[in-house]
Structures are given as structure tokens and as C-alpha cells.
């Protein structure tokens, strides 16, 4: 007896643990063998592993991130650095859900701050990057999955920062019915930097946004390199 209930007896219960149906042998639990070179099974295990690491990086992050000996620049870096792990965490959470059922439609837009979005990406990527990353935004709304465009932004400005020289300059603005993002570079130009990165992150960023009505545009700008424009419908100002 525990706490004045009856404990069942292990041979009289069938034990569950997530989605495995477990046997009992004597008083010992006995996993089922999974099936040989199960694709789907090996993904949702790594998966199940690298959130736990997450996890430990958030504790550790947020622990830093309060700490006395902790001056303001560090602890803007690790602010960064927990945002940074939080999207991590949203992208696995979205594999979780492909895994789960069959290949839908994109997920329901929300209504969204594009320059507070794209803000949060760009103070990240200052603290990270050697490269000098300019700023500039006026308030810009629209419907769109704020993961599609955390990650469509991503993509455009880990590009923009690899191959420039010295300068990024990213803006958000309202123009003609849209709300436009755009990151200009100093560097070579599309197609002047290595290969692959660029044409696989465009390819990308073009699935993303075209999922809620979206376009992107690539051109020269006069910092000399690329520039690639976000073009979304604007939501209503509230």
C-alpha cells in the first residue's frame, strides 16, 4: 500500500511509456525491438535528443543571463543566444508535426510585426558577426507564419553577412501595399561568392514567403553587391 492505494502488481498491468507498448518480464520492463533501419524512428530519437540539449543550453543561458559578474554586453549575447535556441526549438517542433500526419498546407498566418521580427534577427546578428549590419524600419505589418519568416530572413542575412566585405544594411518599409524587407550587401554580388549556399537559401526563402502570397526579388544595389527583397501583402494597421 502507497498512500492508502493499492500498488498492481507488474505482471498484472501492461506498462506505457510515450508510444511503445512495454512487456513485463518478472519485475523487469523489456523494450520492444524496433524495427530494422526505421527511418522515421531514428529522426523522431535524434530529434528527442537534440531538444533535450536545447534545453540544457536554455538553463545555462538563463542562468548566465541573471547572473551578478555578468557585464551589459555579455549579457545582450546570451539574450541573443537564448532567442536564437527558442527558434531552434520552434523548427524541431515543426518537424515533429511533418512527421505526424501527411504533407499539408503551410501553417496558418499570424498577424505580425515584420519590424520587430526582423529587429530581433538583426541585433542578433551584430553581436555575432564581424561584418558592420545597418538597420533601418518603420512599423510594418503583415500575415505570415512568424517561423516562414524568422527563417526566410535568416537565410537572406546569414548570405548577406558570409560574402560582404564590410557592410549589411537591412531595412523594413511599406511600399505601395507591401511590406518589404530588404538586405543590401557590399559583396560580389549573387552568383560572384561560392556556390550552393546562396542559390539553396534563395530557393529556400522564394518557398517560404510564396506560401502566403509573398515574392522575392533579387538585384544589384549600390553598396555594389546584392540586394534581395521580402515582398509581402501588408496586413491592416490596427
Same mark, same amino acid.
Request: with cysteine; hydrophobic share 40%.
Given at each position: 500500500m502507497i498512500?492508502?492505494?493499492?500498488?498492481s502488481s =507488474?505482471?498484472?498491468?501492461?506498462?506505457?511509456l510515450g508510444c511503445h507498448t512495454l512487456a513485463t518480464a518478472g519485475d523487469a520492463? !523489456?523494450? =520492444?525491438?524496433?524495427?530494422?533501419?526505421?527511418?522515421?524512428?531514428?529522426?523522431?530519437?535524434?530529434?528527442?535528443d537534440i531538444r533535450h540539449e536545447l534545453g540544457t543550453i536554455i538553463? /545555462? *543561458?538563463?542562468?548566465?543571463?541573471?547572473?551578478?559578474?555578468?557585464? %551589459?554586453r555579455?549579457? +545582450?549575447?546570451?539574450?541573443? /543566444?537564448?532567442?536564437?535556441t527558442r527558434w531552434l526549438d520552434h523548427l524541431l517542433r515543426r518537424l515533429d508535426e511533418d512527421? +505526424?500526419?501527411? *504533407?499539408?498546407? %503551410?501553417p496558418r498566418p499570424e498577424r505580425i510585426r515584420v519590424d520587430e521580427l526582423v529587429g530581433e534577427i538583426v541585433s542578433g546578428m551584430r553581436l555575432a558577426s564581424?561584418?558592420? !549590419?545597418?538597420?533601418?524600419?518603420?512599423?510594418?505589418?503583415?500575415?505570415i507564419d512568424p517561423l516562414a519568416l524568422w527563417r526566410a530572413v535568416r537565410n537572406i542575412l546569414d548570405n548577406a553577412c558570409r560574402i560582404a566585405a564590410e557592410r549589411v544594411d537591412v531595412s523594413? *518599409?511599406?511600399?505601395?501595399?507591401?511590406?518589404?524587407?530588404?538586405v543590401d550587401d557590399d559583396g560580389p554580388g549573387f552568383g560572384g561568392g561560392a556556390g550552393g549556399l546562396a542559390s539553396l537559401g534563395l530557393g529556400i526563402v522564394h518557398d517560404l514567403v510564396s506560401g502566403y502570397g509573398g515574392g522575392l526579388e533579387v538585384r544589384r544595389c549600390k553598396l555594389g553587391g546584392a540586394r534581395v527583397r521580402i515582398l509581402l501583402p501588408s496586413a491592416t494597421v490596427p
Amino acid at each position: 500500500m502507497i498512500d492508502g492505494q493499492s500498488r498492481s502488481s =507488474p505482471s498484472a498491468t501492461t506498462p506505457r511509456l510515450g508510444c511503445h507498448t512495454l512487456a513485463t518480464a518478472g519485475d523487469a520492463l !523489456v523494450l =520492444p525491438a524496433p524495427p530494422a533501419d526505421d527511418p522515421v524512428l531514428r529522426r523522431r530519437r535524434i530529434r528527442h535528443d537534440i531538444r533535450h540539449e536545447l534545453g540544457t543550453i536554455i538553463m /545555462l *543561458a538563463s542562468a548566465v543571463s541573471v547572473a551578478d559578474d555578468v557585464g %551589459p554586453r555579455s549579457r +545582450d549575447r546570451v539574450e541573443a /543566444l537564448l532567442g536564437e535556441t527558442r527558434w531552434l526549438d520552434h523548427l524541431l517542433r515543426r518537424l515533429d508535426e511533418d512527421d +505526424d500526419g501527411p *504533407a499539408a498546407d %503551410p501553417p496558418r498566418p499570424e498577424r505580425i510585426r515584420v519590424d520587430e521580427l526582423v529587429g530581433e534577427i538583426v541585433s542578433g546578428m551584430r553581436l555575432a558577426s564581424i561584418r558592420q !549590419v545597418g538597420y533601418d524600419a518603420s512599423p510594418a505589418w503583415a500575415h505570415i507564419d512568424p517561423l516562414a519568416l524568422w527563417r526566410a530572413v535568416r537565410n537572406i542575412l546569414d548570405n548577406a553577412c558570409r560574402i560582404a566585405a564590410e557592410r549589411v544594411d537591412v531595412s523594413v *518599409a511599406s511600399e505601395d501595399g507591401l511590406t518589404v524587407v530588404q538586405v543590401d550587401d557590399d559583396g560580389p554580388g549573387f552568383g560572384g561568392g561560392a556556390g550552393g549556399l546562396a542559390s539553396l537559401g534563395l530557393g529556400i526563402v522564394h518557398d517560404l514567403v510564396s506560401g502566403y502570397g509573398g515574392g522575392l526579388e533579387v538585384r544589384r544595389c549600390k553598396l555594389g553587391g546584392a540586394r534581395v527583397r521580402i515582398l509581402l501583402p501588408s496586413a491592416t494597421v490596427p
